[in-house]
């Protein structure tokens, strides 16, 4: 049964998800990035109807879950907080640093894995980068993702508040890191992304250039990149040139939600990047 503490800070991290993708189209709407190349409609259509699909699924239940196992795992003082007694201004950065290298380390595999690839590949499909491109994601993959964080919490053992912070703010910039969204002053850009994956950052991930998309493998911090040797500074072509998508996805049919949804399940050879 769900702690109703757990469902209100739930419908929290719901909130958050919905104020930023607000925010976002806002800000995309009033400062562009890039110009869009492909029919808005067929890609939303297909992107939106997905994370309906994923929010039902998947995220309509991971914070209730997540949040709820937190609560289970606190009431029985398991996890690694509950061995090493550790205040909170020590337990939220650690939460958040492993939590963090963790979806760094998932992100990479991946994209080195071929079964793991065959689902990650349909949000790399996506043929042009905006907010919508961020909820493009095969619900197989949404529920690797849940597996994997469900672990975390059960290893680390953090108090539900830790995790809520830590998923708010992960929430908040990767969808803000797929906006397609410029920056007036670049200086801005260069400073934030010493600290934060920026959309200028993330988007060299989803170029068509396989030295290119093999790179900036960070969700919120982007040490790990500079760390592991994974960081692409700037695309060849540059942002307004770059080719987006997977080579092999230029045709209409790869923006159809049947294709997304089948695509993993229906090939015998898929490419890596």
């Known amino acids: 049964m769900l702690e109703p503490a757990s469902i209100d800070q739930a419908v929290f991290l719901g909130n958050i998800y919905f ?9 995309e709407a009033l400062w562009p990035r890039r ?18 699909v994923n929010y039902v699924l998947v995220r309509l239940f991971k914070p209730a879950i997540a949040l709820a196992f ?7 003082a398991w996890g690694l907080f509950a061995l090493v ?4 201004w ?3 950065p650690v939460t958040f640093i492993f939590a963090d290298f963790a979806r760094y380390l998932q992100h990479y595999v991946f994209h080195r894995v071929t079964p793991l690839w065959r689902f990650h590949a349909i949000h790399h499909s996506d043929p042009d980068f905006d907010f919508t491109t961020g909820l493009r994601f095969h619900p197989v993959e949404w529920l690797a993702i849940t597996a994997m964080e469900l672990a975390l919490i059960a290893a680390l053992g953090a108090p539900p508040l830790v ?4 998923e708010s703010v992960h929430t908040i910039v990767v969808i803000f890191s797929h906006g397609n969204v410029t920056f007036p002053n670049p200086a801005v850009e260069r400073w934030l992304r010493a600290l934060i994956v920026t959309s200028d950052m993330h988007r060299i991930h989803h170029s068509a250039t396989a030295s290119e998309s ?7 911090l982007p040490w790990w990149d500079h760390w592991f040797g994974t960081y692409v500074d700037q695309p060849v072509h540059g942002h307004a040139s770059m080719m987006i998508g997977l080579p092999e996805f230029r045709d209409a049919r790869s923006l159809g939600l049947t294709w997304v949804l089948t695509y993993p399940f229906t090939q015998r050879r898929v490419a890596m990047p």
């Open 70 to 76: 937190a609560w289970f795992l606190a009431a029985r």
């Open 90 to 92: 020590v337990m939220l």
């Open 214 to 220: 093999n790179g900036n493998f960070s969700n919120v």
């Open 35 to 52: 110009a869009l190349r492909h029919s808005l409609r067929q890609r939303w259509t297909a992107n939106l109807v997905l994370a309906l």
């Open 19 to 27: 104020a930023a993708l607000a925010s976002i189209a806002g800000l």
């Open 163 to 166: 995790y809520l912070i830590c």
């Open 85 to 88: 007694s550790a205040p909170f």
